[in-house]
């Protein structure tokens, strides 16, 4: 079975709900909650975990706390619009620590960088030593959040 071919049911829905709230639910628990014994709980949690439905299990850590206050939306236009250009400034962003999110966008820019540092100067010592220094970059445009409405990683 493939994702292309599963829908998942109320009751996978419901635990995908229950885990993205605490994935650290013993089976029974989630069990408990949606009405279904725990074999075919856990069951249902394989299947999803293994048709890559669940990703993965994480930790969401109050950035903070531990030195990463400063949030920088950074919009990049790329120079030249071809595979090659637009690969390797994939590949060489990826590598970069301080960008925790990375999109391909439309509009007047390419990508879109979240990106976290302690403070204003390792931002720019960042952008300046590192960032601006992949090749391929047309345009950039920092967005510097003031504070945070809302954060979720629930989808549902």
């Known amino acids: 079975m493939t994702t292309e071919n599963y829908t998942p049911d109320e009751k996978d829905l419901s635990i995908l709900k229950i885990l993205q709230k605490d994935a650290k639910l013993s089976v029974r628990d989630i069990a408990g909650r949606i009405n279904l014994s725990p074999t075919p709980t856990h069951e249902r949690i394989k299947r ?4 890559g439905i669940i990703r993965e299990y994480t930790t969401v850590v109050d950035r903070k706390k531990v030195n990463k206050g400063m949030m920088v939306i950074c919009m990049i236009a790329l ?31 390419d990508f879109m960088l979240k990106i ?31 504070n945070s409405i809302k954060e979720s990683t629930q989808i549902l």
């Open 48 to 51: 999803m975990e293994r048709l």
């Open 79 to 109: 120079n030249v619009h071809n595979k090659k250009t637009a690969g390797k400034f994939i590949e060489e962003v990826g590598k970069l620590k301080e960008v925790v999110e990375f999109y391909n966008i439309s509009g007047d820019f």
């Open 116 to 146: 976290l540092a302690p403070n204003m100067d390792e931002f720019h010592e960042f952008f300046v030593n590192k960032l601006s220094e992949i090749e391929g970059i047309g345009q950039t445009k920092s967005i510097f959040v003031m």
